[in-house]
C-alpha cells in the first residue's frame, strides 16, 4: 500500500465500522486510476467486501452524462439548448416556456417531481418515464419566471431524457450506451431503468435503523426513471470519465467544455452550476464536479484540472457525506491540509444553551415552508418531518450546526443581531451556497373551536387531485382536524398564522380569496393551486396523474 494509500484509508476508518456498508474511492492521475481504497462491505449479508470494480448507483452525478447526451445532439444539430422544451415535449401545459439549458442548470422554474408525487400521493415504487411525464405534463405554473432564479429540480432532467427519445427513438440509456460509454469504453457502466434485470457486481443500499444505532436496513433505489439520476457504475470505470473532464478525451473537447458554462440568470447573478456539473474552488484550485444522493447510495466525482486530478467517492450507505471525503481526500493528495476536525460536536453543555435561539418555527418566504426545531439527546437539534422521518442536527466548533445521518450534507447557521430579526441560513456542509433563509414565524394562536378549521373539499386540474379537509379525521385515529390530499394518508393541520396551516411539519397549506383557492407548498414546489369545489359542482371522475 503506497503512502497515500495509507493515509486516505486512516481517513476513512472512522466513518466505516466492522461489518458495515461501505465507500470505494478512487484517485485518477491524468485520466488514470492511481490509488484505489475500499472499504466496508458492498453487501453486508453476504459479507462481500467493496472493491474498486464494485458497481454504485451515483444517483444525481449521472446528470452530467445526460447533459453530455444533449451536447453530442447539438453537435449534430438536431437541437439547440435554448430551444423551448415544449418543442420536445407538446403535452406540457406550461404556461411560460422554459429552455432545454434551463432544464440543465435548474433555472426554468420547474416543480421537482418528487415533491409533486408526494403532495398527490403518486407511489415512486416502479414509476416509469411515462407515467412520471403524465404527472409533469398536467402543471401549468412554474415555481419563478425562467431564468430569475435557481432551484434544483430532477424535473428538468426527466424532461431532457424525453426530448433525447423523441428525438433518437432511443432511451436516455441506449443513447449513452452508444454515444458515450461505449466509446470511453465504459462497458459496466449503464442507466438502470430495469430494476429487475439482474446487474452482477451492484452494490446494496443501506440506511441506519433508526430503532437501533449502529445497524443498518436495506434501502435500494425504487424509481425507473433516469436522466436525472440512475447511472451505476464503478471507480475503477469512471476513470474514462475523469479522463475525459480533464482533456475531452474519447468525446472531444467541445462536448466537455460545453458542460462548463455557468448559468447566468436574467438579474445578472452567475451561479456556481454549469450543465451537470457544479464549479467549485480546493485549496485554492478550480474545479467542478457532482455529488448524488438516492436511497441507500451516495456519491461524489470532483475533478481540479490544474492539478490533473480526478477523485471519486461511492458509498453504499446515506449515513455518509461523500463531498466531505471527496474533498479531504484532494487535500490530502495535493499535500495541503484537511478540515476534518471542523464538524466535531461541542461539549452537551455548550450546544445546550446555543440551540435555545432555534427552537421553534421557522419559515421560509420564499418557498413558504414552515419548518420546526426541537431539543434532542446529547444537545442535539432536532426537526421532524414527514412520516415521522427526524433529522437531527450538532453543534460545531465554527457555530454551525451539522446534519448528522442521511442529512449530513446540510448545516443551519444563525444569523443574530439584524434590524428585523433573526435568520437561521440554511447552507451546504461543504461551502456557501444558498439553500434558503429561514426567518422566525410569529407564534400562532389555535384556532377556538372546531368550526374554525377549514373544510370542505378543494380539487387541482395540474394534479388531478382533491384535498378534503375534515375537522376529525387525524391520523392514527387521534382525531383532529387534518387534509387528504390525493392518495395519501390523513395529515394532521396545526395553524401557522392568519389562514396558513401547517400539515404534518413539511406541508403549507394557505387560503387566499376569501377561501375560493388553496395555495400548497413544499420543498421544491411552490403555491399548487387547488379551487374549492362547491355543492355538485365536482369536477369529472379523474385517474390521478402518474397513476396510469
Known amino acids: 500500500m503506497t503512502e497515500l494509500a495509507a493515509r486516505i484509508q486512516d481517513l476513512l476508518a472512522p466513518w466505516v465500522g466492522p461489518g458495515e456498508p461501505g465507500l470505494a474511492v478512487g484517485v485518477y492521475r491524468d485520466g488514470e486510476l492511481a490509488e484505489q481504497v475500499c472499504v466496508g462491505l458492498a453487501a453486508v449479508e453476504h459479507r462481500v467486501p467493496v472493491t474498486a470494480d464494485t458497481l454504485f448507483d451515483i444517483a444525481s452525478a449521472s446528470k452530467q452524462f445526460t447533459a453530455a447526451c444533449l451536447l453530442l445532439l447539438r453537435r449534430e444539430g438536431l437541437l439547440d439548448l ?151 457504475t464503478s471507480a475503477r470505470e469512471l476513470a474514462a470519465w475523469h479522463a475525459f473532464l480533464l482533456t475531452g478525451h474519447g468525446l472531444g473537447t467541445d462536448i466537455k467544455d460545453g458542460l462548463l458554462p455557468r448559468a447566468v440568470l436574467t438579474g445578472g447573478r452567475t451561479l456556481d452550476y454549469a450543465n451537470g456539473l457544479a464549479h467549485t474552488t480546493e485549496a485554492g484550485l478550480a474545479g467542478y464536479g457532482h455529488t448524488g444522493a438516492i436511497s441507500g447510495f451516495r456519491s461524489a466525482l470532483l475533478c481540479i484540472p490544474a492539478a490533473g486530478l480526478g477523485v471519486t467517492v461511492l458509498a453504499n450507505r446515506i449515513d455518509i457525506y461523500p ?93 443574530r443581531g439584524r434590524a428585523d430579526g433573526d435568520r437561521l441560513l440554511v447552507r451546504p456542509a461543504i461551502g456557501d451556497d444558498d439553500y434558503g433563509t429561514l426567518e422566525r414565524a410569529p407564534a400562532a394562536a389555535p384556532p377556538p373551536g372546531p368550526g374554525a378549521w377549514p373544510a370542505g373539499r378543494y380539487f387541482s386540474s395540474e394534479l388531478d387531485a382533491y384535498a378534503t379537509f375534515d375537522p376529525d379525521a387525524g391520523p392514527d385515529g387521534g382525531g383532529g382536524p387534518a387534509v387528504t390530499i390525493g392518495l395519501n394518508r390523513p395529515w394532521r393541520l396545526a395553524p401557522a398564522g392568519p389562514d396558513v396551516y401547517v400539515a404534518d411539519d413539511w406541508l403549507t397549506l394557505r387560503f387566499a380569496d376569501a377561501g375560493q383557492t388553496l395555495l400548497v407548498s413544499a420543498d421544491g414546489a411552490r403555491r399548487v393551486r387547488f379551487s374549492r369545489v362547491v355543492g355538485d359542482d365536482q369536477p369529472a371522475p379523474v385517474y390521478l396523474r402518474g397513476l396510469r
Open 323 to 415: 463531498a466531505l471525503v471527496a474533498r479531504w481526500v484532494a487535500r490530502i493528495t495535493l499535500g495541503v491540509p484537511t478540515d476534518a476536525d471542523r464538524t466535531d460536536p461541542v461539549p452537551v453543555e455548550v450546544a445546550e444553551p446555543a440551540r435555545a435561539g432555534l427552537l421553534g418555527r421557522w419559515h421560509d418566504p420564499e418557498l413558504d415552508v414552515f419548518v420546526r426545531f426541537e431539543p434532542g439527546a446529547d444537545g442535539r437539534l432536532e426537526h421532524p418531518g414527514a412520516g415521522g422521518e427526524r433529522s437531527r442536527f450538532a453543534l460545531a466548533a465554527d457555530g454551525r450546526w451539522y446534519g448528522e445521518g442521511a442529512g449530513v450534507s446540510v448545516a443551519l447557521q444563525l444569523d
Open 82 to 232: 435554448d430551444d423551448d422544451v415544449r418543442r420536445y415535449v407538446p403535452e406540457l401545459a406550461l404556461r411560460e416556456p422554459a429552455t432545454l439549458r434551463q432544464c440543465l442548470t435548474h433555472t426554468g422554474g420547474l416543480r421537482e417531481y418528487y415533491t409533486l408525487c408526494a403532495i398527490s400521493g403518486v407511489p415512486l415504487p416502479g414509476i416509469t418515464e411515462d407515467r412520471l411525464l403524465r404527472l409533469i405534463s398536467g402543471q401549468q405554473h412554474l415555481d419563478f419566471p425562467p431564468g430569475s432564479a435557481y432551484s434544483y429540480s430532477n424535473t428538468g432532467y426527466v424532461l431532457a431524457a424525453v426530448a433525447i427519445r423523441r428525438l433518437t427513438g432511443k432511451s436516455v440509456a441506449e443513447f449513452a450506451a452508444e454515444h458515450i460509454l461505449g466509446p470511453l469504453g465504459m462497458a459496466r457502466t449503464h442507466f438502470r431503468d430495469d430494476l429487475g434485470a439482474l446487474v452482477p457486481g451492484l452494490a446494496t443500499g443501506y440506511a441506519p435503523d433508526p430503532a437501533t444505532p449502529g445497524r443498518f436496513r436495506r434501502a435500494d433505489p425504487i424509481e425507473e426513471v433516469v436522466g436525472d439520476g440512475g447511472i451505476v
